[in-house]
Structure formats: C-alpha cells, structure tokens
C-alpha cells in the first residue's frame, strides 16, 4: 500500500440498504477525513478522526458514522442508504497536532449510487 | 469560520500567468489558507498554504494582505497540464477540533 486507499471504487446500492465505505493509509498519520462531493456544492466534510480512538463531527454528519480503532482504518458507514447520498466520497490524512502545516492526502474516492 | 468565495471559471493561455482569488471575508486568527488543485476522477492535491503575506513553493505562489479577507493563488506560465479545479479552503485547528470550509472550486482551463 501507497499513501492512502479506498475501497469500492464504486458502488450502486439500494435504498435503505447498509453500507461501509473502507479507508486505509500507511503513512501513520494520525488525523483521517471523510468528504462527500457534490456538483455544485464542492467539497464537504462528514466526519474526522484526530488519531484512533478519536472521532468528531464534519459539516454533513447524519446518516453517516465512523469508527477509528487503529491508526491506520477510518471506515464510514451508512447505516441505512438514502437517494440523497449519491456522491463521490473522499478519505484523507494528514498529521496531527497544532501545527500549521497540515497538508491533507486524499485517496481516490468512492462513487456510490443510490437507488 | 470563514466562508470561502472563489469564481467559478477562468480561462488562460499556455505560457500565461493565472492569478485565481479567493474571499474570505469573516476570516479568523486561527484560520489559515489552503489551496488544492483536483484533477476529473481524482482526488484533491495540495498545492500551497499560507496565514500572511507571501508564500512561493516550486508551482505556486500564495499571497495573502494584511487583512487577510482574500488570498491569491498565482499559477506561473501555465501550461495545458494546469486544467483542473482549484480549491480555495479555510481551516482552523482549535484543540481537537477542526473546521474546515471549502470554497466551491475555480475550474481552470488552459488553453493552446
């Protein structure tokens, strides 16, 4: 594995249907995102994670959970798959802290459909 | 947090310099600027950040006045390679909490 990595590529899904989008990064950074994107409404966060056992809410939150057990895996969840949850979805990393320089590496997303 | 403002679409020549200018208005101490550039079926790159004044890496400059209420990312002698979407985001780091506003992108076309 290089950098980060997200699985499925894409996936179409039938409303009310439970899904988990899958992340992993091999960088050990300690913070990892999750943005939806959408035309027209660019780039918004869902959820984050600042190291494992760690998480806090985005912009866009419901319908969507996260669970950090490790370093390395920030899967998200949708527990039961609406229409409106068609998107590209995004997971990225970056090191933590209070520094300010936090570059973000994004994986290369997750087209879902929901039907 | 600072609501970030960027134009839709700008149009170049090879060879040219792009300037592509973001406005955040409400901007805070904490908040620094980003930019990111996206490429069709990919996701987001960093490209350059910045709290003041100005920054200059190997692809860009970031330039960013003493209010802070706007930044400008300049693109030297683009070439067609350039053509993607630029993203102006505001982020705050304060405690373990983040935020983090994203401009709605500049699509960049370069042309011959």
């Known amino acids: 594995i290089a950098g980060i990595t997200q699985a499925p590529t894409s996936q179409i899904l039938a409303a009310g249907r439970r899904m988990t989008l899958r992340c992993t990064q091999d960088?050990?950074?300690?913070?990892m995102y999750w943005y939806r994107q959408d035309l027209g409404l660019g780039l918004r966060l869902i959820h984050y994670?600042?190291?494992?056992?760690?998480?806090g809410k985005g912009e866009v939150p419901d319908g969507y959970s996260v669970s950090r057990a490790n370093t390395d895996d920030f899967p998200l969840t949708l527990a039961s798959a609406v229409p409106s949850q068609t998107s590209v979805y995004f997971c990225?990393?970056?090191?933590?802290?209070?520094?300010?320089?936090?570059?973000?590496?994004f994986g290369p997303g997750t087209r879902l459909t929901v039907l | 947090l600072a609501k970030t403002t960027q134009p839709i679409s700008m149009d170049s020549y090879e060879g040219q310099e792009v300037n592509i200018t973001c406005s955040h208005n409400?901007?805070?101490?904490?908040?620094?600027i980003t930019w990111y550039q996206q490429f069709p079926s990919q996701g987001p790159r960093f490209i350059i950040q910045?709290?003041?004044?100005?920054v200059t890496n190997e692809v860009a400059s970031l330039f960013i006045p003493a209010d802070r209420k706007s930044s400008t990312l300049s693109l030297p002698r683009v070439s067609l390679s350039d053509t993607a979407v630029y993203y102006c985001?505001?982020?705050?780091?304060?405690?373990?909490?983040?935020?983090?506003?994203w401009g709605l992108g500049t699509s960049l076309a370069v042309n011959p």
């Open positions: 994670s600042n190291t494992a056992g760690t998480t």
């Open positions: 910045g709290y003041k004044t100005k």
């Open positions: 960088m050990r950074h300690n913070a």
């Open positions: 985001l505001a982020r705050r780091w304060a405690g373990n909490n983040r935020k983090l506003i």
């Open positions: 990225a990393s970056s090191d933590s802290g209070t520094g300010s320089y936090n570059e973000q590496f």
């Open positions: 409400n901007i805070a101490t904490n908040d620094y």
